[in-house]
Structures are given as C-alpha cells and as structure tokens.
C-alpha cells in the first residue's frame, strides 16, 4: 500500500512556505501529523561514543577536531574494543537502546574499518542496535558494514547544497551524498540530518530539509542538531540562532518525513527545558542520552530523566520492558 505523504517531489517553495506558516499552525500540524505514525509520549534514546578524537583532514568549520583549527582539543586513537563494550554496556543500562560510535576520520581505512566492525559485532551482541559516523564510504566499505550488521550509518548533509562552501570546503556536498547512496543502497539504515545556527538563512534551512526528503528514500533517522560554538573554530563566534525558528524546523522535519525519527541532537546543553519540550511537541521523538556527545557536553542523564518524567514520557527501553514485565510478573519493569 502507497503512503501518499511520503513524498519525494517536495520544491524549496513549498518547504519555505510551511516554515513560514504561523508557529500554533505549523506545530499543530506537526504534532497531529506525529500521533498518526508514533506514540507522542515516547522517545528513543541513543548514546553516542568518540571512538577516534580529533586530528581530522576535514576543515568542517563548526568541528573542533579538525587538525586545522585550534580548539584546544587533544587527540586521540581509536579506542580498544574492550572500552568500547564497557561504554555500550553502561549506556544500555541508563535506558540507550542504540549505541552511536564516531571517529573524526575523512574516511576509514580497510584496516581501521576491520577494528571498528568487531566493535558493531560486540555491540550487536549485546542487544542493542548499532550506529557509525566515520566520514565518507566506498561502495565495498558500506557492504562490509552491512554483512557485519550494522544497523544505522550516520553521514549528515550539514547544511544546504547552496551556503554548504561557506562551512566546508576539503569535500564537496555531493561527495556527501554519494556515501549516503552507498550506506543506502547496501540497506543500512540512514541516518542524516544538519546542523542549524551556523549563519545559514531560512531558505537554507528549507534547501537542507529539501536534500533529505527527497532522497531515493527518506533517512530512517533525522539529527536535527544546534550549533555548539567552540572557541577556535571559524563558526565561533556566529549570531546565535532564534530557539523558535529551530523549533519551526523540526516541525517542518516531521511534516515532511512522517515516518523518520526526528532526532533533537547537539546543542541541548544550551536549551531550556521549556525548549526541548516545544521540539518534543513539534515532533522529535528521539535524543542522546549522556554527558556528552563527540566532543561537546550533553545534558546529564539526570536532567534527562527529570525532564522526560516531568512531561509524562517514556523512552522505548522502558516501554519494551514494561511489554516484558507485563508478561512475565515475575520480572520487574526498571525506571529510567
């Protein structure tokens, strides 16, 4: 059966014109939108592990673990499995049911990508579905990555194709979307989506959400994240951005990819928890849990459960072994 909202046809007028609806409009279609196809008081929680820090080619302009700039970062190697495990393991027990693992390479080498697959294998073993964000993929590297089952590829899009030279310039936005083409058609899932705040306009912000929506498919999963500024980066010291016009692009995200998990990602730190609740109610329904994201602070997972409890939701950890604990009495249902 064809879904007739999941469109791939959608023009940057169009996109431009439900950015600029009235905010209760636009957030009321979002949120009715959101109840058709998600629980709204759920959300998926992921957990996300540097695996690989710093001295990255890449001269992405918000990054501070690019070799380029001085942010005052300190290198570092890729980590042992056994280290890994025991973050994944600590992770699955604060509620994450994916696991994200990053390295600040331009593109891994066969010999590195053989490390981090023992690593998804390990992850994979313990329950949990596994994501990566390694920089760009050959076709063969992608279907390596799938054959040891990997579940999501995070690879996002940044920005439009259109102010996308004004933040990167070591590899081009089509280059970006050649390795999603890959991660896509060797069947792992995608995960893509761009950071907003870094000096882009709003028909920017339309141009980046029209990118990802009218992709071959729609990315099974949608970082939506806000520029963290850090000092010695080029993007340091940008105009911040409105929290309203960020909202207004998450609820244009679920608008335009119902089905997606909209993601609120990097820059929670900075928000209020008034502001998470608006993007929970413009249709985000998953976030990173823990203290920290690759290189930046996250809100403490204390926060988090505060925040969740406050507003009456679950996460899918909690909802699945609530399922268990209602089948098996014997087994008790644990709290986030």
């Known amino acids: ?45 992921s957990s996300l592990l540097s695996i690989k820090t710093g001295a990255c080619a890449e001269d992405c302009g918000y990054c501070s673990q690019s070799a380029k700039y001085d942010s005052g970062l300190e290198a570092e190697k890729l980590m042992p499995l056994e280290d890994v495990v025991k973050a994944a393991d600590a992770a699955k027990q604060k509620g994450a ?7 600040a390479w331009r593109n891994p080498t066969d010999k590195n990508l053989q490390r981090v697959i023992e690593m998804v294998e390990a992850v994979n073993g313990m329950g949990m579905e596994t994501c990566l964000t390694l920089g760009m993929l050959s076709e063969q590297q992608a279907e390596r990555l799938r054959d040891a089952g990997l579940d999501y590829y ?30 896509r058609d060797a069947g792992i899932n995608v995960c893509s989506g761009g950071i ?18 009218n992709l071959p498919k729609h990315p099974e999963s949608v970082p939506i994240n806000m520029l963290v500024k850090i000092e010695g980066t080029p993007l340091s010291q940008v105009e911040d951005l409105d929290p309203l016009e960020f909202v207004r692009t998450i609820a244009v995200a ?17 928000m209020s928890d ?13 976030i990173f849990y823990g203290e920290r994201l690759l290189t930046t602070d996250n809100p403490e997972a204390d ?34």
């Open 274 to 286: 008034e502001m998470q609740a608006l993007c929970f109610l413009a249709g985000a329904n998953s």
């Open 97 to 103: 049911s994916r696991f994200c693992m990053g390295a």
């Open 1 to 45: 059966m064809t879904d007739s909202l999941l469109r791939h046809d959608w023009t940057l007028d169009e996109i431009e014109a439900l950015l600029d609806l009235p905010f209760n409009d636009l957030i009321f279609r979002a949120q009715s939108l959101h109840r058709e196809r998600f629980d709204p008081n759920q959300i998926q929680m």
């Open 303 to 336: 926060r988090d459960r505060a925040l969740l409890e406050r507003l009456g939701m679950k996460t899918e950890a909690l909802v699945e072994t609530e399922v268990k604990a209602a089948k098996t009495p014997c087994q008790k249902a644990q709290a986030v």
């Open 196 to 213: 907003l705040g870094m000096g882009e306009s709003r028909r920017d912000r339309a141009s980046m959400l029209r990118e990802l929506v």
């Open 254 to 270: 679920r608008i335009l990819m119902p089905n997606s998990y909209v993601r609120l990602s990097a820059g929670r730190g900075e």
């Open 154 to 183: 995070n690879h996002n899009l940044d920005t439009s194709p259109e102010f996308y030279g004004e933040v990167i310039t070591t590899r081009t936005f089509d280059d970006r979307l050649q390795t999603l083409s890959h991660v």
